[in-house]
């Protein structure tokens, strides 16, 4: 069984009080996809333009050659001060953003 991805997990336990669950598998697979999908493209948006030169030089050769999720969390952390708060942060602030806008 494929692991399941955290962000999928933080979107269902906040959409799941608002119905999520009540929607065809086939539309919640969707939907949860696309919302993964913004809360990448969000955590890219927060986190890049925090990086240092040397960071980005990194953040360019490790998305060239497919670095590891745990290489990822590994780089994060170096490069970014406070990396557990930040990206609380802007994950809090857009999963408050879906559960206003996801009500069944």
Known sequence: MPEQNPLEDLI?????PKGFDKLSQTDQTVYLAQFVAEADRRLSIGLVPL?????MKEHLSMTQNNATPQQWSDFWNKNIEDFPAVISKILADYIKEISAAFNM
């Open 51 to 55: 990086l240092s030169e040397d960071g």
């Open 12 to 16: 269902l336990q906040a959409l799941k």
